[in-house]
């Protein structure tokens, strides 16, 4: 079984709907899908059209309720507060997952992730990491090309990692 969490707020409720049906849509494997949310509420409409899918195993959402709490650098940026939830996914998620793959709620899935994710898994379970991410060369980019993050967001490092597709060993 894959376990899958997505950590957004009511602005991307679009998007993580479209999200979730494409990678529903293109598993082979049943999933248990998680969600760290602002405003569960706001996303129920959306949880019925998903849980006709047939590779859903499970659904759960949990109410980010963490109080008092300053995110730094969420005014005018390209993140949200909701970028923050994953730092508490283990105050969420239940004691019983080894392993998750945490996705953006803008992440479309074109293929089947089943074989990709059981394969960076026993990587990742024979290093001595506990995330996998893919990391990005500013070499790797040009300004004309299809990969422009480095450009886009104005990085002056000459590496980066996208947090936005992470297995992370729990």
Known sequence: MQNYL????????KQALCSINSLLKNSREELRIFIIHKNPESFEKYIRLIKKNLNLYSL???????????????????????????????EYLPKDINEILYLDADIICNNDPSENYE?????????KHTIAVKTEWKDNFTVDGYHDEFYRLDLTSKKYFNAGVMLINL
């Open 6 to 13: 997505y950590c957004f707020d009511e602005n991307y409720n």
């Open 119 to 127: 394969n960076f898994l026993m990587e990742l379970n024979n290093s």
């Open 60 to 90: 759960d959402i949990y109410k980010f309720d963490k109080k008092n709490l300053e995110f730094p650098n969420i005014e005018e940026a390209h993140v949200s507060e909701a970028t923050y939830y994953r730092f508490f996914i283990n």
